[in-house]
């Protein structure tokens, strides 16, 4: 009788604890984009780094807001850092702006890159996903780990949390069962992490695709690009995976 007490306890205890839990189908993040330029750059060209490493700081940072209620979010630029240094790369995906359909699986996706700005309209991305049992505390929410692959061979781990009911992320990322709160790429050197998380008076009327810059899909915005890094050898195809996410 005892332990049929003890493991009804536990049950109650169980179920008294998702009672609580609240759920939430609007809100507005600040993500903190951190690039590891240092490792970025010996990568790239370990003669280039050993030149500009001095003058280079070994981390960039940069902020971005998402917006979103379930079914449609906008993603884009933050507050400023103050930190006007900026290194070609950096630059690339610095200022996209990010506009996702959930119920259609489609976005429209704002890059500026250089003196080109493109407007790429295609479908999600896809994205294997493989959710794991690892859990971390992130702005606040509770957090499942999940691996993902893109374009079949560029991992990407992230933290959801089930709390925020939708399937978005930074920078277009999507597919979870929930909203997510942390991402790295590591093939990309960057992380995403949330700093704060606004549920409530979220400003839902900015929810809007950006309209300028030349529009294409996908498919014709790498031919673009391929155009002119094709000749750029381990540079232009760094280049062509940071403009693909």
Same mark, same amino acid.
């Given at each position: 009788?005892?332990?049929?007490?003890?493991?009804?306890?536990?049950?109650?205890?169980?179920?008294?604890?998702?009672? +609580?839990?609240?759920?939430?189908?609007?809100?507005?993040?600040?993500?903190?984009?951190?690039?590891? +330029?240092?490792?970025?750059? &010996?990568? *790239?060209?370990?003669?280039?780094?050993?030149?500009?490493?001095? !003058?280079?700081?070994?981390?960039?940072?940069?902020?971005?807001?998402?917006?979103?209620?379930?079914? !449609?979010?906008?993603?884009?630029?933050?507050?400023?850092?103050?930190?006007?240094?900026?290194?070609?790369?950096?630059?690339?995906?610095?200022?996209?702006?990010?506009?996702?359909?959930?119920?259609?699986?489609?976005?429209?996706?704002?890059?500026?890159?250089?003196?080109?700005?493109?407007?790429? +309209?295609?479908?999600?991305?896809?994205?294997?996903?493989?959710?794991t049992g690892d859990t971390r505390t992130i702005a606040g929410f509770q957090c499942r780990k999940a691996v993902g692959i893109l374009f079949d061979t560029v991992a990407v781990f992230a933290?959801y949390s089930e709390e925020l009911m939708i399937p978005g992320g930074p920078e277009g990322i999507h597919g979870l069962p929930g909203m997510i709160l942390g991402m790295g790429i590591p093939?990309? !050197?960057?992380?995403?992490?949330?700093? &704060?998380?606004?549920?409530?008076?979220?400003? *839902?009327?900015?929810?809007?695709?950006?309209? &300028?810059?030349?529009?294409?899909?996908? &498919? +014709?915005? *790498?031919?673009?690009?391929?155009?002119?890094?094709?000749?750029?050898?381990?540079?232009?195809?760094?280049?062509? *995976?940071?403009?693909?996410?």
């Amino acid at each position: 009788m005892k332990q049929c007490f003890l493991i009804l306890t536990f049950y109650f205890l169980i179920f008294a604890a998702r009672a +609580q839990t609240q759920f939430f189908s609007t809100v507005k993040i600040e993500f903190e984009k951190t690039i590891a +330029q240092h490792a970025m750059m &010996k990568e *790239l060209s370990p003669e280039w780094f050993e030149m500009a490493k001095d !003058h280079t700081p070994a981390t960039s940072i940069s902020y971005f807001d998402f917006i979103s209620d379930s079914s !449609h979010s906008i993603y884009k630029p933050g507050r400023e850092t103050g930190n006007t240094q900026r290194n070609w790369f950096t630059e690339l995906g610095g200022k996209n702006v990010v506009f996702t359909d959930y119920e259609k699986n489609s976005s429209i996706t704002q890059k500026p890159v250089y003196e080109e700005t493109f407007l790429v +309209q295609d479908s999600l991305l896809k994205i294997k996903w493989k959710i794991t049992g690892d859990t971390r505390t992130i702005a606040g929410f509770q957090c499942r780990k999940a691996v993902g692959i893109l374009f079949d061979t560029v991992a990407v781990f992230a933290f959801y949390s089930e709390e925020l009911m939708i399937p978005g992320g930074p920078e277009g990322i999507h597919g979870l069962p929930g909203m997510i709160l942390g991402m790295g790429i590591p093939r990309l !050197h960057a992380t995403w992490f949330a700093t &704060k998380v606004q549920v409530v008076n979220v400003p *839902l009327a900015t929810i809007n695709p950006a309209t &300028k810059g030349k529009k294409m899909d996908r &498919k +014709q915005f *790498l031919s673009e690009l391929y155009k002119v890094m094709k000749n750029w050898d381990a540079w232009g195809k760094k280049l062509l *995976l940071i403009t693909q996410i």
